[in-house]
């Protein structure tokens, strides 16, 4: 079995609508995807709705958090994956809500510092780029890209224009870690920590905070990912074996947005068999005519 559970659709920042993108992981030879946009599961009844025979959908969300304090204040964000929750779990959903309702006024607020900084960058371009997805810097990336200004959307990531904390960064409402997972939980749902160690993205929680969610309830750790290196998987699977973690891998794709594919990288079918175990918020989907994984 081939299993990626990462992947967003234009639901949020990805390039495929939800019904593309699982026709997209049935072509690319996948047996189970995961689609788990940012704060999101607009797109869930879209991809259900499309999926292939032979093809197991996992709803999902990734969530938007912060520990520590702001991104001024030596607070270092990450993001949480949450698998298999019930989306209409109250408190949950209301969580979600408000990170949701404060992306285009953090969005209008990054522009604004961008048109500052002399970039001839525009409501209506970011406005045109994101369309009805969920608006988020990769749409300001993206529009930086258009313009010149750099080559990727990966280079806009950086101290000088988008990372946290950078020149044209703005704070948005951001969930503490350990209420996401209590909140997931509370929801049904199973939490895998999204590449832990991708340096290249800016500061990173140090293992101590790793710890300090895996007492809370963490259920994994997202291990195999374009952004980490050989001796730093190696380091996170030491250190998920220590913790008693799930070890996961997926290819976090984002449509022509991002430079991976499908699948680049996968789970292994004993840790997703423990995922759907523990999940009680909701169950995977199969694809008309497929099977249950």
């Known amino acids: 079995m081939r299993i990626d559970l990462h992947t967003h659709s234009?639901?949020?920042?990805?390039?495929?609508?939800?019904?593309e993108l699982v026709r997209n992981a049935a072509a690319a030879g996948l047996d189970v995807v995961a689609l788990t946009d940012h704060d999101s599961t607009r797109g869930h009844a879209e991809a259900r709705a499309a999926l292939p025979a032979g093809l197991t959908l996992v709803t999902g969300?990734?969530?938007?958090?912060?520990?520590?304090?702001?991104?001024e204040a030596d607070g270092v964000g990450l993001h949480m994956l949450a698998y298999l929750f019930d989306p209409d779990e109250p408190e949950f959903l209301r969580e979600r809500e408000l990170v949701r309702d404060d992306r285009v006024p953090r969005a209008r607020t990054m522009v604004h510092k961008l048109q500052e900084l002399g970039v001839p960058i525009t409501w209506e371009q970011v406005a045109r780029i994101a369309g009805d997805a969920s608006l988020g810097r990769p749409h300001i990336a993206t529009a930086l890209v258009e313009l010149g200004v750099v080559q990727t959307v990966s280079d806009a990531f950086t101290a000088e224009w988008l990372a946290d904390g950078g020149r044209a960064y703005a704070e948005k409402h951001e969930l503490d870690p350990f209420t996401a997972v209590r909140l997931v939980k509370q929801a049904g749902g199973v939490t895998v920590f999204a590449h832990?160690?991708?340096?290249?993205?800016?500061?990173?929680?140090?293992?101590s905070v790793i710890a300090e969610l895996a007492a809370c309830g963490l259920d994994g750790i997202e291990v195999d990912h374009m952004d980490h290196d050989e001796p730093t998987r190696a380091r996170l699977r030491g250190l998920?074996?220590?913790?008693?973690?799930?070890?996961?891998?997926?290819?976090?794709?984002?449509?022509?947005?991002k430079f991976v594919e499908l699948g680049a990288c996968t789970t292994h079918p004993e840790?997703?068999?423990?995922?759907?175990?523990?999940a009680t918020g909701a169950f995977p989907v199969p694809g008309a005519g497929g099977h249950s994984a």
């Open 271 to 278: 840790v997703y068999g423990e995922i759907t175990r523990r």
């Open 61 to 71: 969300a990734e969530l938007s958090c912060r520990v520590g304090g702001t991104a």
């Open 10 to 19: 234009t639901a949020s920042d990805g390039t495929d609508t939800p019904a």
């Open 196 to 207: 832990p160690q991708a340096v290249k993205r800016g500061r990173v929680v140090p293992e």
């Open 240 to 257: 998920a074996a220590d913790l008693g973690l799930l070890v996961t891998g997926s290819s976090d794709y984002h449509g022509s947005r």
